[in-house]
């Protein structure tokens, strides 16, 4: 039989669950959040009032009581902390305009961001009273270390977070008013030798490593950072609970081998995590982290189950205290999800499958399987997607991310000391990161990797639900070995061959415009599983998505229109999984941002971007392609603001399958005009309309072009009222067919019967 076990405490659960609602009230819906939070109370008291003993009815009664206390607790700390933001002298301040000196203390990293006028660097800094500033400063602001103390002059602005009191943009450099605490230096100095430790390994073993012992992803690459989001790995690459209970849990081992015992050990304990803290630093995330990672370990002695269950009600209530914006934030939803499946869930799953598993092993699929199946609601809402490899992929890393975790670390601990014996240590570590990279990488191109699903109230219920009878139901029908082995065949056959859907594509399709939201992918197909792609959308995961359903296995051509980030930020998506040979791109290469995007991307894939070129005619498969757009005299500079990249758009007459297709890019009517001129009627089947539907169009000569079909890359609700009225107008008055993403879906141009049809996947 499977052990039973006792119900758990739940009055602090219950307090956690208070103080979330509290500060939803404030911060969120106040009444669905007031309303949740009478529900808890009106339950609490009905049991109070049944036919109970009364020492139990007085318990309830006191729970409800402090259910009402705690959530109306974090909700006055939250309008306190709102009113001091809103109406503190800063804010005042800023609504004016006025020009300051300001003394700060900066609290977290510098981040380069891409400017109007090109880079900027974003420092969040502290005043007195606990004032937030965000500074955009110029590149000599990269240089200040958090913890230091620094003046600096300039006009305040508003800002837009209700948790930072102004903006401001410096008159010239930082200027240094005190260093850091000895605590921060070494945090910093630390952080350095891990990376250090690992410069010498490939590219992504020296990011990976970094990101697992203290969450430092800054150079970790684009399309590997999707492979984790596809693989629900992502919490590897963020400071996370995990992070925490390996790194204090290794400096626990290493103080029982050296005898510490009792308090002691405890005192080592506390002491890792407020180091842990230091060398992450103190972010709302990384508090979190430390909190449920703490929560974690509580679990791990005598009586585990119980105190992790209460460890973690309490751990929810602290931390809306401190800081009651997480109640808004997503990955303090996941974190508590995914550790309150651990506690709750994870038990009866091991002791199920324990019945015909090594124990080590059924704990192994229990616990990844437990934390995944209570986040895959909250998971789906974010994302549109539900994962079906991120078991499997956590289950085959997780004898290496521990020693990886710890060689990263003590990889930076020696480092401190020798350069070449940390070198050493680094290279266990990277060899260890490698077969975490192998299984994202290989785990993010299954077929059944990943699937849609709507995120929709109704649909996100329906997954709820769901997850949760999986959930409730596994222990009774894993604890027979034949429904365990079946149903893990099953679901590894799910995930290698795909789930079952209709047929898409059709037999002879020729154009696809992927639904990416706001921004452009084109898909030409030139042979079986391969297109010519023509830009990347700006999110990878659509675009990986979209080709996917598409078969795309092999990409001859990359050809991305201009750099605007949606058209060129998904790029990590296309090469996911992937061959793709070549990389062609505009002529000029502005903005930065999306410059440095798609050379970081490519340089990744060991390809070079080149100019496409203009006037040639070329094959490609199937495909007959001719660049029209930009002239071989257009400059090749820009502002480095973006302004005039839509103006140098890529622009492809495309044949393929007897028909004439024309891909426009974002080409404004200046380059429209030249091109009605230097080619006079030309006709084509089907028209990429410029620019999102943008009202900026020659409609003359859209409409002279005769397209039978015409599509509009746009994404839903979008803010610049893309697609405009006249254009639809305009094009629908010419006799041609539009069609949109925003409203369609993927949108599939295919020869049927010798007839050219549209069909959608809405």
């Keep these: 039989m499977t052990p039973t076990r006792s119900v758990p405490d739940l009055r602090l659960p219950l307090l956690g669950l208070a103080a979330w609602m509290g500060a939803l009230a404030v911060r969120w819906e106040p009444v669905a959040s007031f309303g949740a939070l009478a529900a808890v109370v009106a339950a609490v008291l009905s049991i109070s009032l049944a036919g109970v003993r009364w020492p139990r009815r007085r318990r309830a009664a006191l729970t409800a009581v402090a259910v009402l206390v705690v959530g109306a607790g974090v909700g006055v700390v939250a309008v306190t902390r709102l009113q001091a933001v809103r109406d503190g002298p800063v804010a005042r301040l800023a609504e004016q305009r006025a020009v300051v000196t300001l003394t700060a203390r900066v609290t977290d990293d510098p981040a380069r961001i891409a400017g109007r006028f090109g880079d900027q660097v974003l420092v969040r800094v502290e005043v007195s009273h606990r004032q937030a500033v965000l500074v955009f400063g110029d590149t000599t602001w990269e240089r200040v270390a958090i913890g230091e103390r620094v003046r600096l002059t300039g006009r305040l602005a508003p800002s837009d977070d209700d948790e930072v009191a102004a903006t401001v943009s410096p008159r010239g450099p930082p200027v240094r008013t005190a260093a850091a605490s000895l605590g921060w230096r070494a945090s910093e100095a630390l952080r350095t030798s891990i990376r250090q430790s690992v410069a010498h390994r490939p590219q992504a073993q020296a990011a990976l490593v970094p990101a697992l012992v203290d969450g430092d992803d800054t150079d970790l690459p684009t399309e590997l950072t999707e492979d984790f989001r596809t693989t629900g790995l992502t919490h590897l690459t963020a400071v996370s609970g995990t992070n925490l209970t390996l790194v204090v849990g290794f400096l626990l081992v290493v103080a029982r081998w050296a005898g510490v015992r009792g308090r002691w050990l405890a005192g080592v304990g506390a002491a890792g995590i407020v180091g842990f803290v230091l060398l992450a630093r103190t972010e709302p995330s990384v508090l979190r982290a430390a909190a449920m990672g703490a929560v974690a370990l509580l679990g791990l002695g005598r009586g585990g189950w119980h105190r992790g269950v209460r460890g973690l009600g309490a751990a929810v209530v602290v931390l809306l205290l401190l800081d009651p914006r997480l109640a808004v934030q997503p990955g303090f939803a996941l974190s508590v999800l995914a550790t309150g499946g651990i506690l709750l869930a994870a038990p009866a799953w091991r002791d199920a499958m324990?019945?015909?598993?090594?124990?080590?092993?059924?704990?192994?699929?229990?616990?990844?399987?437990?934390?995944?199946?209570?986040?895959?609601?909250?998971?789906?809402?974010?994302?549109?997607?539900?994962?079906?490899?991120?078991?499997?992929?956590?289950?085959?890393?997780?004898?290496?991310?521990?020693?990886?975790?710890?060689?990263?670390?003590?990889?930076?601990?020696?480092?401190?000391?020798?350069?070449?014996?940390?070198?050493?240590?680094?290279?266990?570590?990277?060899?260890?990161?490698?077969?975490?990279?192998?299984?994202?990488?290989?785990?993010?191109?299954?077929?059944?990797?990943?699937?849609?699903?709507?995120?929709?109230?109704?649909?996100?219920?329906?997954?709820?639900?769901?997850?949760?009878?999986?959930?409730?139901?596994?222990?009774?029908?894993?604890?027979?070995?034949?429904?365990?082995?079946?149903?893990?065949?099953?679901?590894?056959?799910?995930?290698?061959?795909?789930?079952?859907?209709?047929?898409?594509?059709?037999?002879?399709?020729?154009?696809?415009?992927?639904?990416?939201?706001?921004?452009?992918?084109?898909?030409?197909?030139?042979?079986?599983?391969?297109?010519?792609?023509?830009?990347?959308?700006?999110?990878?995961?659509?675009?990986?998505?979209?080709?996917?359903?598409?078969?795309?296995?092999?990409?001859?051509?990359?050809?991305?229109?201009?750099?605007?980030?949606?058209?060129?930020?998904?790029?990590?998506?296309?090469?996911?999984?992937?061959?793709?040979?070549?990389?062609?791109?505009?002529?000029?290469?502005?903005?930065?941002?999306?410059?440095?995007?798609?050379?970081?991307?490519?340089?990744?894939?060991?390809?070079?971007?080149?100019?496409?070129?203009?006037?040639?005619?070329?094959?490609?498969?199937?495909?007959?392609?001719?660049?029209?757009?930009?002239?071989?005299?257009?400059?090749?500079?820009?502002?480095?603001?973006?302004?005039?990249?839509?103006?140098?758009?890529?622009?492809?007459?495309?044949?393929?399958?007897?028909?004439?297709?024309?891909?426009?890019?974002?080409?404004?009517?200046?380059?429209?005009?030249?091109?009605?001129?230097?080619?006079?009627?030309?006709?084509?089947?089907?028209?990429?309309?410029?620019?999102?539907?943008?009202?900026?169009?020659?409609?003359?000569?859209?409409?002279?072009?005769?397209?039978?079909?015409?599509?509009?890359?746009?994404?839903?609700?979008?803010?610049?009222?893309?697609?405009?009225?006249?254009?639809?107008?305009?094009?629908?008055?010419?006799?041609?067919?539009?069609?949109?993403?925003?409203?369609?879906?993927?949108?599939?141009?295919?020869?049927?019967?010798?007839?050219?049809?549209?069909?959608?996947?809405?």
């Design 354 to 762: 324990g019945r015909w598993l090594p124990r080590w092993l059924a704990e192994a699929v229990a616990v990844p399987a437990a934390a995944q199946l209570a986040c895959t609601p909250l998971v789906a809402a974010i994302s549109g997607q539900v994962s079906l490899v991120a078991v499997l992929a956590n289950l085959l890393v997780a004898p290496l991310v521990g020693p990886a975790t710890v060689l990263g670390l003590l990889g930076g601990l020696v480092g401190l000391a020798s350069d070449r014996a940390a070198q050493l240590v680094g290279i266990l570590a990277g060899w260890c990161v490698a077969w975490i990279i192998w299984v994202a990488q290989r785990g993010a191109t299954l077929p059944g990797a990943v699937f849609e699903w709507s995120t929709g109230a109704g649909a996100l219920a329906i997954l709820a639900l769901a997850s949760l009878a999986v959930m409730l139901v596994g222990p009774y029908l894993l604890r027979h070995r034949a429904i365990g082995v079946a149903g893990s065949v099953l679901v590894v056959a799910v995930v290698w061959f795909g789930p079952p859907t209709p047929r898409w594509p059709v037999d002879g399709w020729v154009l696809a415009a992927c639904d990416v939201g706001q921004g452009d992918a084109l898909a030409v197909r030139v042979g079986p599983s391969s297109a010519v792609v023509v830009d990347a959308g700006p999110d990878g995961r659509s675009v990986d998505g979209c080709l996917r359903r598409l078969d795309v296995k092999r990409v001859p051509l990359l050809v991305l229109t201009h750099f605007h980030a949606d058209h060129v930020d998904g790029i990590a998506g296309v090469l996911r999984g992937r061959s793709v040979d070549a990389v062609e791109v505009t002529r000029l290469a502005d903005p930065p941002g999306g410059v440095a995007e798609v050379e970081r991307a490519a340089r990744g894939a060991g390809l070079t971007p080149a100019v496409a070129p203009y006037g040639v005619t070329r094959s490609v498969g199937d495909v007959t392609l001719q660049v029209l757009w930009p002239r071989p005299d257009s400059p090749a500079v820009g502002p480095g603001d973006g302004s005039t990249a839509n103006a140098a758009s890529v622009v492809l007459l495309v044949e393929v399958a007897g028909v004439r297709l024309l891909l426009t890019g974002d080409l404004e009517p200046p380059g429209q005009a030249a091109l009605a001129r230097a080619l006079p009627g030309l006709r084509v089947d089907i028209l990429k309309v410029p620019h999102h539907g943008s009202p900026h169009q020659d409609l003359d000569w859209l409409e002279s072009l005769g397209a039978r079909f015409a599509v509009v890359s746009v994404g839903a609700d979008n803010d610049y009222g893309h697609p405009a009225p006249q254009v639809l107008e305009a094009l629908s008055g010419a006799g041609t067919e539009v069609l949109r993403t925003d409203r369609d879906g993927d949108v599939l141009f295919a020869v049927r019967g010798g007839r050219l049809v549209a069909l959608t996947r809405d």
